[in-house]
């Protein structure tokens, strides 16, 4: 069975330019969180999604941040337009249903962004 | 809001030591994940517990309810072993994790 799989696994763009960060969750996972991790911190969540809808999205820095989860599968987190403290490791995460609160979260492997 | 710490953040050790590190957290909690990631890799996740004790391998993890502390060993330490391990925990409604700032355990042969 595949794992959270998050494309690309790295980006280097320039300073006010987009960049679409997208993770793949485990089939069937109505859960899906993502969070960063920026040099030196401790990662922060930024939102969390239940099938298609934002159940929780306190984390995220500002509305530069839009993401997106088209019919409860694949998730996209867009940065439009990145700034220099956006670069960090953003990591996907999915559990199973939202009823069982104490489910395993699966992590993917992150996509490293750097802004220059 | 939870706060959640770690100890030592950085931790050097021989090849075949036994190695503790501690988590600490300030609010009940419903569960406790910790977390391995190595260089440039993605996040694998060790254990989830909510009490008691887990075992997997060379690795035991640990968990006080009461005093809001978990312990994460590893015996028979090994040069592979060499990561950052994290401890998050999930608190009461709360649906999302919050993550300790992770220690750097570095094994030398």
């Known amino acids: 069975e595949a794992g959270v799989t998050q494309f690309p696994s790295h980006s280097v763009i320039e300073k006010g330019q987009t960049v679409t960060l997208r993770c793949d969750p485990i089939?069937?996972?109505?859960?899906l969180y993502w969070y960063r991790r920026v040099m030196g911190k401790e990662i922060k969540f930024l939102l969390h999604f239940v099938k298609e809808s934002k159940q929780d999205e306190s984390g995220m820095p500002n509305n530069r941040f839009l993401a997106e989860r088209t019919g409860g599968t694949y998730s996209t987190l867009k940065v439009q337009p990145a700034e220099l403290e956006d670069s960090g490791v953003y990591f996907c995460?999915?559990?199973?249903?939202?009823?069982?609160?104490?489910?395993?979260?699966?992590f993917g492997q992150g996509t490293r962004l750097t802004v220059v | 809001k939870n706060e959640v710490e770690q100890s030592p953040q950085n931790l050097t050790a021989q090849e075949g030591e036994f190695i503790t590190i501690n988590c600490s957290y300030s609010?009940?909690?419903?569960?406790l994940h910790w977390l391995q990631q190595h260089p440039g890799g993605g996040i694998v996740s060790l254990f989830m517990?909510?009490?008691g004790k887990k075992k997997h391998g060379r690795l035991i993890a640990t968990i006080n309810i009461q005093e809001k502390h978990s312990s994460l060993h590893i015996t028979a330490s090994h040069p592979r072993d060499s990561a950052v391990y994290i401890c998050?925990?999930?608190?009461?409604?709360?649906?999302?994790?919050?993550f300790g700032s992770g220690t750097q355990l570095t094994v030398l042969p």
């Open positions: 517990l909510s009490s």
């Open positions: 089939s069937g996972h109505d859960n």
């Open positions: 998050a925990v999930l608190s009461g409604s709360a649906r999302q994790l919050t």
């Open positions: 609010v009940g909690i419903s569960a």
């Open positions: 995460a999915s559990s199973l249903s939202v009823g069982v609160l104490n489910t395993e979260a699966f």
